[in-house]
Each structure stands twice: as C-alpha cells, then as structure tokens.
C-alpha cells in the first residue's frame, strides 16, 4: 500500500527556518510529480510548492522564501521553509502522483502542523 510520511514540522519564532520530509513508499517507480499544500484554519487548502522531473513552481506567496526538492533514491521530497512568517502557519500536506501496480493516482499524507509564533 502506498504511504507518504512527513515530518518536520514544529513551532517556530517569525524569521526562522522548518524543513519538511515527506518520505513515499509503496509505489511501483518514484512519483513523478510530488508537491506540498497547505490548510489554514478556516481557509481552503492552497499548493504551497510542486516539483515534476526536477522542474519546480511556487505559490507567489512562499517565492524566495520556500524550496522543494527532491531526492529520488530516497523517494523523498522536503521543503525547505525560511524567513517564516505568522501567515505560513498551517497543517501541510504532501501529495504525490505516481504509479502502483498499472494504475496511476494521487495520494496524500495525513499533514504536520507548522505554526509561526512569537
């Protein structure tokens, strides 16, 4: 069965730096396409960041700030989060598009809490 796994997440002091892991298995090759959301309270979930064959693209609001990689050996993909601010606060969630079996699908992982407090 496929999973997504994150971790990393925490609080935070505003300006300060989180990275994320979201570890895949499961899948019959790497994802193709791997990317984080994030929900804030009472707020609909938005894409954060999505890197696809090593391309990436990024929510204006987390340019500059925000990097998604990927390392494909590991069939993980992090984000590496900077000069965090109150507004990024939110559950974060990985999401992938890959294959298992002959079928290919979306999956999400069950989110980490990023809070950006002082």
């Known amino acids: 069965q496929v999973q997504l796994v994150e971790s990393g997440g925490g609080v935070v002091q505003p300006g300060g730096s989180l990275r994320l892991s979201c570890a895949a298995s499961g899948f019959t090759f790497s994802p193709d396409t791997m990317s984080w959301y994030r929900q804030a309270p009472g707020k609909e979930r938005e894409l954060v960041a999505i890197i696809t064959d090593g391309r990436t693209n990024y929510a204006d609001s987390v340019k500059g700030r925000f990097t998604i990689s990927k390392d494909n050996a590991k069939n993980t993909v992090y984000l590496q989060m900077n000069s965090l601010k109150p507004e990024d606060t939110a559950v974060y969630y990985c999401?992938?598009?890959?294959?298992?079996?002959?079928?290919?699908?979306?999956?999400w992982g069950q989110g980490t809490q990023v809070t950006v407090s002082s």
């Open positions: 999401n992938a598009w890959g294959i298992r079996g002959v079928a290919r699908s979306n999956y």
